[in-house]
């Protein structure tokens, strides 16, 4: 387990993300609610950049035509073809199966570090 210094935590603010190469592989790191988290910037889908689509939020499980939106600012969509991911665990949020790569992260002496390794 090796822990990669990305940058300050205050260079990543809350609702914001910044992308970040570390040993060859291309991370955004996310401040979600105060949270940091970090995903690989690739898509399983077609390999777009993950990280360059939005950040949002979705519908929520509810009634017959009712439509409940939260998880606001906990989603990434791919700019590509719109598939969704959580930020907090990287699994999609169509199939148990598709997910995108998340790594750990660990805030030291106010740097946002990467875990890689684990």
């Not at 409940?68 to 665990?89: A, S």
């Not at 790569?101 to 740097?111: A, L």
């Amino acid at each position: 387990m090796t822990l990669f210094p990305v940058a300050a935590a205050s260079e990543i603010p809350v609702g914001t993300r910044k992308v970040v190469e570390v040993e060859g592989r291309s991370i955004g790191i996310y401040n979600v609610h105060g949270e940091y988290f970090a995903i690989h910037n690739y898509c399983p889908h077609q390999g777009a950049e993950l990280c360059r689509g939005p950040v949002c939020g979705t519908t929520l499980e509810s009634g017959v035509y009712e439509f409940i939106y939260g998880r606001d600012q906990e989603i990434v969509r791919c700019p590509w073809h719109g598939w969704e991911f959580d930020l907090k665990t990287g699994k999609s949020l169509f199939s148990d199966k598709v997910r995108a790569r998340k790594y750990p992260v660990q805030i030291t002496d106010g740097q946002v570090c990467v875990v890689i390794g684990q």
